[in-house]
Antibody
């Protein structure tokens, strides 16, 4: 069964960085296209950026440009989202999703808490 | 960026009611629209893709319609398990953008 398996919850200090992973289990890695979507507590869904591994380059929404880096490692079948200069407002659940399949497949989410 | 205006933001409805949720795009997006259902603490679940195609396994009381700029999600007869928040997403152009959600609550 095809799954996206995300890394575990993180607690980070303001100003630090976090790197969340999303491993594609089953299927061919290069048939995925990974989007990263976040959801702050009690808020809606927000698309941050995405990458198509077979192409390699990532796209980011302007809000996160310069603070987020999305990469994909074909050798491990894993996509990564790194967010830097963390602030309290970045406390959220971060999801990866396969946008090649029109968002039918999602990871279970990774809670990132930013707190001093 | 394409703005997705979703309405209403919240609604109260009873079991058996017909429910309609609308998303309006700030520019044409063809049929590149997805509807999701999300329950508290859970992952968004795709209900409808390509504006009107029902996800396998989703009950037929859910339907989607529209093209261009106006889209509708309809629940023909609301069931207890349908109380949730619903989101639309356009993926016609970068960046993909979500509607702000519609919370369907029990009347």
């Amino acid at each position: 069964q095809v799954q996206l398996v995300q890394s575990g919850a993180e607690v980070k200090k303001p100003g630090s960085s976090v790197k969340v992973s999303c491993k594609a289990s089953g299927g061919t890695f290069n048939r995925y296209a990974f989007s990263w979507v976040r959801q702050a507590p009690g808020q809606g869904l927000e698309w941050m950026g995405g990458i198509i591994p077979i192409i390699g380059s990532a796209n980011y929404t302007q809000k996160f440009q310069g603070r987020v880096t999305i990469t994909a490692d074909e050798s491990t079948g894993t996509a990564y989202m790194e967010l830097s200069s963390l602030r309290s407002e970045d406390t959220a659940v971060y999801y990866c999703a396969d946008h090649y399949g029109d968002y039918s497949l999602w990871g279970r989410g990774t809670l990132v808490t930013v707190s001093s | 960026d394409i703005q997705m205006t979703q309405s209403p933001s919240a609604m109260s409805a009873s079991v058996g009611d017909r429910v309609t949720i609308t998303c309006r795009a700030s520019q044409g997006i063809s049929n590149y629209l997805v509807w999701f259902q999300q329950k508290p603490g859970k992952v968004p679940k795709r209900l409808i893709f390509a504006a009107s195609s029902l996800q396998f396994g989703v009950p037929s009381r859910f339907s989607g319609s529209g093209s261009g700029t106006e889209f509708t999600l309809t629940i023909s007869s609301l069931q207890p398990e349908d109380f949730a928040t619903y989101y639309c997403l356009q993926h016609n152009s970068y960046p993909p953008t979500f509607g702000r959600g519609t919370k369907v609550e029990i009347k």
